[in-house]
């Protein structure tokens, strides 16, 4: 115990474990009189109510918490030492929405599987981390990479459960509420089972901690150490996927806590393993109890339930946003500046272009005529022609002039940024959208369209002044930059999960705007959208100088006369008014902004231009595409075109994502 | 402009009412339900597949054509089947203006949106009666259904207040109380709910059930369908199976009931419940 006093993480534990003890006994008193503290705790009359429930729901939940998180903190931890990456955790690998889905998955089709929830969890995990693996394949290790790639099998997995939760709500409505992490215990089993599974778990780990701890040394001298890199790797691997399956199987889904608690004991400077891994799980439980004991305090007696792991979201994002800037420099990442993703050059982009213009001329009226109606597959001809065309047209439309500008914003963000993993969607600004739309709407019930549309501007214009704010200092890493963005969007998950676990008729509603639907969109909408996307095309179009220049440096572009500090400032400006117009008709919509730059570089166009044009026509197409696939694959029922959009671009992009 | 549109309605109605049912599409399940009632099949219905499994009484013809998912009926297919009047809840406020260009569009609420749940229910049921043209069906349900509940409160022990609840999972459940249809129907049976919280407008609220520890002298009523596995993970919780209430009245429990269904499924809640309360110890 010799280390305890003196770790650097001592201080920001001990503050955590004096709130948490404070809250509880504050809880406590409220609900016992003191003299019955200690029967009420560990040897309750049952015939009392309050004894009842302090022992039966309060303390196993105390109890849950502090292993739920400890266990987090600590795989977080195996996980950015296994793979060398301060941004590795359950969360961001996909282990978390992988045993989700595997969960929600047993639900609908297998019921009988949730005798074992723990396994059909690891399986999900196991399968999700095994993605993220294959899809890192040739540059295993490459942490920007490995993380990029988790995200993106995030979003994927996540776009699949949404689809699944739009088309059973009925069915599925009991995995909302697990699904925000709320912790409400009915005695100690689930504490039980979490314990079966960590106790052996966690004596695996004196047996790791030596040989891992030799990773804290580049790759070569642990492999001139003789180590078996590959065995550990995999063993350690395991084990962190195991832990966090089991975490998620009794507890549900528990944002952030696997990221925030590792980082910060990294960040604190605490130097050996074993004592990371220490702190880690120390800090994960207490910063998940403190929580948890805060909204409990909070909540107490309200009509509505507060998922405390949807809560962790909305306290960790901010912490993370904290924490990005001060996170150790580090040499930029190869293959992240653009040097990997070089693509073979078009030798005629022009012929190109206008072949992307025709083939969005010929998929125009297949999407408009082709389809299921009452009878089956059809042409549409004769009346039905009329009908189709009124009801289609408007939709194509608004889809495709989404496509445009997400494809514009895109293209911007991934150029000015260097980061060819930048989007509107992973940079926040889509979520930036959404929150300043829905605090609008939730803080004045009352405000008309204008003022809500404003709202949501807003939002867009300050996600992106405050990752320019955060990022300033360390000169747009993209990786950080990336942090950032992620962190903002994940403010969003807590409104949305609040709504969701209440289960508001209206829910319904909010969650088909939020997974980018056509539906609601009028013809005058259409129209005002699709001039905003000529004069986007236009705009961008104009500025492409900026973009083929500011990728040199700051000291090049300026002797070429551009101030680099004002192009950015309107570049980043007309991303976020792009991107905002965008969210607003048809909700966040996923990978269509960070997919469509890419496919136009695929293609071959490199010159910023080119790329711009480009990459404006393949986001319509894919819109397109999506919006009328949606509409015809569950045929009377539709899915969202954003959600087509990322299941289609998703699968293209992680097969692409292989390659690079 | 309300009557306006009334007129018309009733216009294209009437002739049509002489020759054929009147061809009229819905979203909306509990209006549904209460045509079936009227003796008139919808022509399109809202997730029917759905509706099988979670209203299932009065069951839907086969003819029905499912138009999709309720929140986003599909329009091109409606378009096509030419309704002569389309009937929604207020929940889908949002979507009436582009349903108009296809047919009519009369919005009927059934929940009370916070007044007196069982008069709205009334007036909305004879307003939906009227709109069909089956003004004398609708007096006949509601004196039918009415005179059940009479008779039903007639008869029923006494017993302690009831707690309506459905599981989520094993830990959490959706209570209902005041604005609900179970409550309205409580009040009719001359019962008592046990649960006073607020509930919101939609009328039910969803709580952790350590909440329910203080409840003591209550009768739980449980309405299924339970997700799958509660049942067992119940027996083994020892919190549920502790809680005061639970320990002094064994929980009964009643099939499905769509929770935000009309008169009909009122009268079945109340056959049900009575049922279940006369066979208590």
Known sequence: MKMLPRSPALPLCGLLFVLTLGLSIGWLDRQLPDTLWLSGLFDPDLADPRQLVVHYAWLPRLALCLLAGAALGLAGMLLQQVLRNPLASPTTLGATSGAQLALLLATLFAPSLLAGREWVALFGAGAALGLVYALTWRRPLSPLATIFAGLVVNLYLGAIGSALLLSNPEALKGMLVWGGGALAQDGWDGVQRLLIHLVPATLLLPLLTRPLAVLDLDEASARSLGLPL??????????????????????????FIGLAAPSLVRLLGVRTLGRRLFWAAALGGLLLSATDALLQFVADGGGMLLPTGAMTALLGAPLLLWLIPRLAPKKSMPGASGSGLTMRRHPRPRRLLTTLVLVLLIALPLALFVGQGSDGWRWAGGELWTIQLSWRLPR??????????????????????????????????????VVGLLLAGLLLPAAPLPLLLTAGVLGAVLTLALLLGINRRSGFQPERVLLSGVAITALLEPLQSLALANGDPRVQQLLTWLSGSTYHVTPTVTVA?????????????LLGRWLDLLPLGQAAAGALGVDTRRAQRWLLLLVALLSAAATLVIGPVSFVGLLAPHLARLLGLVRARAQLIGAGLCGALLMLVADWVGQQLLFPQELPAGLVATLLGGAYFMWNLRRL | ??????????????????????????????????????????????????????????????????IGLRTQPNRELLAELKPDLILVSPLSAGIVPTLARIAPVRTLRFDAGGGDYWAQLRQSTLELATLLDRQAAGKALLDRVESRLAAQAATLPTTPPLLLLQFIDERHVRVYGRHS??????????????????????????????RLATLDNVQTIVIEPLPVGVDARLARSALWQNLPMVRRHPPLHLPAVWSFGGVLAGERFADQLSLALRGRP
């Open chain 2, 1 to 66: 402009m309300n009557m306006r549109r009334w007129l018309l309605v009733l216009f294209v109605l009437l002739p049509l009412s002489l020759h054929a049912a009147p061809r009229v599409a819905t979203v909306d399940w509990t209006i549904a339900e209460t045509m079936l009632g009227l003796g008139v099949a919808p022509l399109a219905v809202g997730e029917t597949a759905a509706y099988r499994s979670w209203v299932g009484q009065p069951a839907l013809p086969a003819t029905t054509v499912d």
């Open chain 2, 181 to 210: 249809l179970f409550d309205a129907v409580l009040a009719r049976l001359g019962l008592r709910n046990a649960w006073q919280a607020d509930t919101g407008s939609w009328g039910f609220a969803t709580v952790s059930i350590d």
């Open chain 1, 396 to 433: 194509l439309g608004a889809a495709a002039a989404v496509g445009l500008l997400l494809g514009l914003a895109g293209t911007v963000l991934q150029r000015i940024g260097q980061n060819p993993m930048a989007s509107p969607e992973l940079l926040g600004v889509s979520g930036g959208t």
């Open chain 1, 529 to 541: 959208l699709l001039l905003l996307a000529v004069v986007a095309l236009g705009v961008s179009v």
């Open chain 1, 230 to 255: 590959r065995h550990l790797r995999l063993l350690t691997l395991t084990l962190a996927v195991f832990v966090t399956a089991c975490v998620v199987s009794v507890a549900g889904v528990i944002g």
